[in-house]
């Protein structure tokens, strides 16, 4: 399918909220305190316009010469040289969904947990309605992570409206991200597309077997020009300086960095204990006693009790480098 690339900004019939009916937040006088700021506090409709402001910044940042060199196939060192654009912008994505899970595991309420959730679902719609699907994928898959998705106690306390969007959003990652391929593909402005899509469709093609080396360089130029597309976006945005002041502080870079999946993990069995008692393969075993510190984990399982609930997915995906997209080669960060 190709990209169209005459378009309004907002089509008639997109019944998403545009930026510029978000009521403003009375902002004008706060400043940034590290030490009373409280993110969450926050209305999320404004968050996710401040965290766009943010990644479209680093997405433009991003010149041709580093999609051409496919340097996220190769080892972590060559991509900081390779790619360092890239680089900053596939990690930031990563780091994103283990701070949402970080976030939400730090409660030690049951209730709270769920408040941090639908907080984070509501974000997540501003940043579908901004087309930001950057951010938007990191924050669902953040908490599409097994180490939240077993959090059946919390779950059950999250609004069902609230689940109801958690699927709906989760729809983007199924099929091969086939969803998420039709929106971009409309090439609608402004937005700021998953670029491990992209990464992948290139790596796809530059191995692919039975295409000529002519057939495969137009068709990677083709994809590098529907991101050239994309990086044309203009987002009609206040800026908010406290609040970019925080997104560019030590603080919050620190926190983003703080979380990785062995730590999701160990936190997560800490809020809510293993329940149910499905036997599980050694080698899965090994790994659980590890991440949980126990020796009786003979009955460990990460299957959430709530799958049955018809606003929930079938199952939570096996955890998985978060950025490419499958069917694509290396690493995006």
């Not at 719609?125 to 950057?134: E, F, G, P, S, V």
Request: net charge positive.
């Amino acid at each position: 399918m190709q990209i169209v690339l005459s378009e309004p900004v907002y089509r008639r019939r997109d019944k998403r909220k545009r930026v510029e009916d978000i009521p403003p937040q009375n902002c004008s006088n706060k400043t940034y305190d590290p030490n009373l700021f409280n993110l969450l506090k926050l209305s999320p409709e404004i968050l996710a316009q401040q965290i766009t402001i943010c990644d479209v910044k680093r997405f433009k940042a991003i010149p041709k010469e580093e999609l051409w060199s496919k340097g996220w196939e190769k080892k972590e060192q060559e991509k900081l040289k390779l790619i360092p654009n890239i680089y900053k912008f596939t990690t930031n994505f990563n780091q994103i969904s283990y701070w949402v899970a970080g976030e939400i595991l730090k409660e030690d309420s049951v209730k709270l947990r769920a408040d941090k959730i639908s907080y984070f679902l509501k974000m997540s719609k501003c940043l579908n309605d901004l087309r930001n699907y950057h951010s938007l994928l990191a924050v669902v898959l953040g908490m599409n992570l097994n180490a939240i998705f077993r959090l059946h106690q919390t779950w059950d306390q999250v609004p069902k409206k609230d689940r109801s969007t958690f699927k709906s959003l989760v729809e983007y990652t199924e099929n091969n991200w086939k969803l998420l391929k039709e929106k971009t593909n409309e090439g609608c402005l402004p937005c700021i597309p998953h670029l491990g899509v992209y990464l992948s469709e290139i790596s796809g093609l530059s191995s692919h077997p039975r295409l000529s080396p002519d057939k495969k360089l137009l068709q990677i130029e083709d994809v590098i020009a529907k991101i050239n597309h994309f990086q044309q976006s203009i987002y009609d945005i206040s800026y908010i300086s406290y609040i970019q002041d925080f997104l560019a502080s030590e603080k919050y870079i620190l926190e983003l960095q703080r979380f990785v999946e062995d730590d999701v993990m160990k936190l997560s069995f800490e809020r809510e204990a293993v329940e149910e008692k499905i036997p599980v393969k050694p080698a899965k075993l090994d790994k659980a006693k590890k991440l949980n510190g126990s020796k009786s984990l003979e009955d460990f399982t990460l299957v959430n009790p709530l799958v049955e609930d018809p606003a929930f997915p079938p199952s939570s995906p096996s955890s998985y480098h978060l950025y490419l997209a499958p069917g694509g080669g290396g690493g995006g960060g």
